[in-house]
């Protein structure tokens, strides 16, 4: 599908939350070692619940702007330049559907513990655990160090 990259695709499941931040640690560092690819995937459901750092307004959700404060946040919680080697993508749709569906043909999905539960719920333990049932590749969970 247009992308030059052969080596694993590691996908991993982002929502702001510390969990997530793990999740993507591991992920980068786990596409390190086999030399692979991150693909970060945060999802969004509903308008009108949470924006990617703050609370969204009804039918005002701005796409664009959840952009910018998912690679802002991810840049803060990893540093610019293991930011940059992290392809991004925001999708609209059931977090649980759409994570499945980035996972298919990938090396390997991560996922975080528990979520934020506003934005997406991408994370939350139900979600990850259908992930761990449904998807085609191996499934990491991975804990959020107590702080």
Known sequence: MGNE????????????SASSYEALRWALRYAGLVGGAVDAVAVWE?????GWSGPAVD???DEEESRRRMRTEMAEAL?????DAVS???????????LLRAAEGAEI???GSRGRGGFASALLGSV???LAQHAT??????RAEKS
């Open 59 to 61: 039918m005002d959700f």
């Open 109 to 111: 999905l991560v996922v």
């Open 88 to 98: 991004t993508r925001l999708v609209h749709g059931n977090a649980t559907d759409v």
């Open 128 to 130: 990850s655990q259908h």
């Open 137 to 142: 590749c191996p499934v990491v969970i991975v």
């Open 79 to 83: 540093g610019p330049e293991a930011a």
């Open 5 to 16: 990259f052969s080596g694993a695709r590691v996908v991993v499941g982002v929502d702001g």
């Open 46 to 50: 509903l308008p009108g619940l949470y």
